[in-house]
T-cell receptor
Framework: AQSVTQLGSHVSVSEGALVLLRCNYS??????LFWYVQYPNQGLQLLLK??????LVKGINGFEAEFKKSETSFHLTKPSAHMSDAAEYFC???????????FGGGTRVLVKP | EPEVTQTPSHQVTQMGQEVILRCVPI?????FYWYRQILGQKVEFLVS????????KSEIFDDQFSVERPDGSNFTLKIRSTKLEDSAMYFC?????????????FGPGTRLLVL
């Protein structure tokens, strides 16, 4: 079984500051990890995914995440926050055999001017 | 860019009534999913569907729920007799393949309120 923990349900950053969203996973099999973003009144949009090809994954909108097996983490970062980054971010995991996504609780990002 | 669409965007119903939530997956996708998110809680998997059969379902997906692909484009979730606790945002998703690294593309959701 897989599980995901996102530390911090709300994060507030200043425009131009580093965005760091934490995700830790638990999986009995090699995991596939995903970050999704949800803008207000929209669906979940894929930001990036880890599929074992490279531990540092680059996604859309300047986001990237690093898979660290020893820490069972897949934290999401962006060097410089933009007002348009205000949204809710979800980390999710899939095991190799299954096809269902298991989501973390989400982190809502507020960007201050 | 192709996208998953869902109708209606909002649905209000009385407890005990049947509701049907509709989804149009991306046209060349073969795998379909429903997830839900109760307010303040995690997004939860309900069911996956392929080749006109349920391929996996969660413990939430009991006899009150059913899914169907009535034609070549729509994918529906039916709740036979709604309960207050069915109030949630329901997301449909689709993917081209079933491999674990395959991306699932989500629709905008239907917000269901059961009174």
């Amino acid at each position: 079984a897989q599980s995901v923990t996102q530390l911090g349900s709300h994060v507030s950053v200043s425009e131009g500051a580093l965005v760091l969203l934490r995700c830790n996973y638990s999986s009995s099999v090699p995991p596939y990890l995903f970050w999704y973003v949800q803008y207000p009144n929209q669906g979940l949009q894929l930001l990036l995914k880890y599929t074992s090809a490279a531990t540092l994954v680059k996604g859309i909108n300047g986001f990237e995440a690093e898979f660290k097996k020893s820490e069972t983490s897949f934290h999401l970062t962006k060097p410089s926050a933009h007002m348009s980054d205000a949204a809710e971010y979800f980390c999710a995991v899939k095991g190799a055999a299954g096809n269902k996504l298991t989501f973390g609780g989400g982190t809502r990002v507020l960007v201050k001017p | 860019e192709p996208e998953v669409t869902q109708t209606p965007s909002h649905q209000v119903t009385q407890m005990g009534q049947e509701v049907i939530l509709r989804c149009v997956p991306i046209s060349n996708h073969l795998y379909f999913y429903w997830y839900r998110q109760i307010l303040g809680q995690k997004v939860e998997f309900l069911v996956s569907f392929y080749n006109n059969e349920i391929s996996e379902k969660s413990e939430i997906f009991d006899d009150q729920f059913s899914v169907e692909r009535p034609d070549g484009s729509n994918f529906t979730l039916k709740i036979r007799s709604t309960k207050l606790e069915d109030s949630a945002m329901y997301f449909c998703a689709s993917s081209e393949a079933r491999t674990a690294q395959e991306t699932q593309y989500f629709g905008p959701g239907t917000r269901l309120l059961v009174l």
